[in-house]
């Protein structure tokens, strides 16, 4: 066998050169260049040949031999076909690791005895050197970036040791001058290896230091990261993986639904969930939030926006298209198969779930630039929203009270785009119902009706009267009423609250003087069927509140108050003494609630609306609250009452005069004997003129 010699290689060096590591690695003998072009046709094959690759860079000791076979390694056509790109930027890194990590161990045992002391090998500084100059030769930028990320995070996990800290330092400047390069090189490039730059920077983005980070060209790195990531075929393909899934659904005996996972489509997704990019979406999606806050030009942003949008939108619109969105998460146990609900529709989910948490970390980031006045505020602020608006079938699905970022990007948007009334009656005119007036059968268009409620409510203070009267009520009341279907529950809490928000308006008195009876008389149809006694009292209290003075609605509708607590008193002498179901669980701020009847649960209600009468009002209702906690059956739930009543006395909730008010009812007008004792001293019997009251201490 000729032994092969790099052409720097001086006659006399006795150094083993790529030859002998290739014949101690492969029968055959072949040298090099016959290493690198046998990584051909079969996935398995070229895995087992980079494993000896890797083994090979450890084994040389000649630098000229290593940085010829990192330049071969990052020319090889074979490696980079199209067909298996994604594939090899990740062996190709992984090659570069690992031999760093294999060079570091070596170099430490390289002091023990056992050693061979005749075996010479490279030093790690030198080792380094050597790759990094054959990764210069011939090969594009974008490969350099890889090599300089495979050894940056092989030194990583080896905790830095071993490499001179001037030489780490010169890698990471070089990955930033090569990934800028190769950015400005952007025209010139294919999506193809703009993902192995991509990944690259992701891959190590968070080892590198701040100053080293900021010099990234921010400008030409965002568009090309959101790019890749979202709209190409080594990303999220914009979506366009959900509608081919309907064609793969088939109806099974039994009425249930199946998804084959050998169906192309089910493929699909796997490819998609395997590929580089998506991936490493949680870095992906840190780098691209960091690139935000580093932004000079503003249009960057402004374009930034725009394909959110673009990628959302485009993610509703293909979900609509399979019949996985027809289905309510409440029902896929009924209509969905066994094996379609165990692995393809998990992973389906997966998938989405990490695209709407990139897409809201990056969009967390962005609220810094909206808040610090880098975005047009009513414009892109309402792009956010609509942004959300079109991931809300993800979203509403894992609860959005879980993600914290979700509601900072959520009420910053909202907050920003109220400070502009006009914009927000033309983004709410955009995102209302399609149908307004009854309840759609789509689920998808049921999250959007939610997602609609849900922002009306924060904005129902900065609309005029008119718009509420017209945008706002059509689109909450077929949602008032649900006849107890659970998939409705969250549009009915949301459509409550939108009302509640509409009365409590100052500037809506003619509205709430019109809509608080009817609205009222609503409630009480529902309780206890759909609204649990929490949400039913603070309703309640609500409107009492805003029909109380100084309420100008109280000026129009003075009796409005006492007509809403005589319905509560007559409803608590005929509500049943049984406990309610779900009572006595957690509710939903996690804390304990007590256990209740609909009798108690009215008392409550009526308890809680004390501190909103007006003082006359007040002297009226302080014994009639006082007798009708004693129609409470239970013994322990006429306690809880009674613990309750004494709070609302004692524990501030009242304001100064009324304070006084239930001071004097409870010392002297015999209140703690009514509550207390259950004994009315204000009912006596008929008496002569001038007899005594058998409490009277005469």
Known sequence: MTRFKHKKCPEQCKAPCISDGVQREFESGYGYRSVIGNIATHIAERIRLLESVTNLFTLLSNPSNVSLLTSQLLSAP????????GQSIVRVVNVFASASIRVIRRQEASDDSRLDATRRSLGLNDWTVAVVKG???????????????????????????GISTSLHAQIQDALITATNSSLRESAQRSNVTD????????????????RRKTHLDHDLLLPTLTSAVFFSDDGLRQGYFLSPIDADIVEEAGQKFHWSIKSPSYRQLQSVTSSPLVASLGRLSRVAAFSVGQVKDTAVLTRLLQDSFEFSRSLSLQWRQNKLSEIDASEEMLFLSEETLRTPVPLLWRVLRISMFAIVVILSSCTGRLLSGDFQGEHDAAQML???????????????????????????????LSQYPMHVEGFLADIRPAETGRIPQHPLDRSMDLYFLNAAEHFAFVLDTNTAKEL??????????????????PMFEAAHSVMLAVLATPHNIELAACQVASYANLLFQVFP???????????IRQLVRLTSPPSKVSEQRPLLPSTLLEILHSRIESATPRLLVGSGTVDVDGNNAEPMSEQS???HALIDSLPCLAVEALEDWLPTTARSIRLIKDPALRNAAKLRFWEVLSNGEMDVNRAAVCVTWWGTKGGRELLLYERDDTVSAPLMSGALNESSKL
């Open 78 to 85: 074979a490696i980079w076909s199209i067909p298996t790109y």
């Open 472 to 489: 706002l009520l059509p689109a909450a009341s077929p949602y008032l009423s649900v006849n107890g279907d659970p998939r409705l529950i």
């Open 601 to 603: 649960a009215l008392v």
């Open 529 to 539: 069927q759909l609204l649990s006694p929490r949400q039913f009292g603070l309703a």
């Open 135 to 161: 990764a210069s030769v011939g090969a594009p930028r974008s490969r350099h970036v890889l090599v300089f990320a495979g050894l940056l995070q092989g030194f990583e996990n080896q905790r830095r040791r």
């Open 386 to 416: 609509k942004i959300l608006r079109h991931l809300s079938f993800i979203s509403f699905r894992l609860g959005t009270d879980t993600l914290s970022q979700y509601s900072f990007v959520y009420l910053t948007a909202i907050d920003a």
């Open 195 to 210: 993902q192995g730059l991509i990944f690259a920077v992701g891959l190590i983005f968070d080892t590198l230091a701040t």
